[in-house]
């Protein structure tokens, strides 16, 4: 499996895997995405979506992956060429989206859209679709720590949650340490503002740096 993940600059991907289903002169367009990694990982979930609507008149599909959405594929799977395909993947292209799989499940409902019909059709389906999951944009953010005592460890949580930082993992050891993703900005701000909080007795400490998730 060739992957075409990229841990060097932030990008922009589906929020998650899920499903939504529009209606268009009586003809059913489900949209399905997904993230995929890898070519391989996009057959599969495309694969897999053929087989849960195997009764179907078309599965068409589009995916972009790689940083810049450097690999794309698209299929218009027995629908007039280019009428699916290419709108779908214009979708993700114009969206921004990597590392990002798209199908669209056609039932025909017995009127004719044409070819301008069909490339409305099959768009909006991706774009709702995206819509409608979400979309998060993965960035590199600076983790830092920050270890209390027991005895401060409560006063200093509820503190924490009523701010501006979101916190993340609480752990209990010896100490009580509290884990943050923070902005480089509004690091430093937590740095400032943790001193200032506890007297100078904690100190939000420089753990490294990690790709995270933010919803756009």
Known sequence: MTDFTTDQEPIRIVAGTGIHEIEIRKSRFIGSVTRATSEDEARAFIESVRKHHWDANHNCSAWAIGPGQRWQRSSDDGEPAGTACVPMLEVLKRRGV?????????????????????????GQTVSETLDAIGIAER??????????SYDDAGRIEHAIRASEFPLGDVRYGAEVT???ALEPDAAQRFRSWIAEL???????VHCGQRFVDVPV
């Open 98 to 122: 990597t590392n990002t799989v798209a199908v669209v499940t056609r039932y025909f409902g017995g009127i004719k859209l044409g070819a301008g019909g069909l490339i409305r059709a099959y």
């Open 139 to 148: 960035r590199p953010l600076e983790i830092v720590q920050v270890r209390v």
């Open 198 to 204: 506890t007297a100078g007795r904690a100190e939000a």
């Open 178 to 180: 509290f884990e943050l």
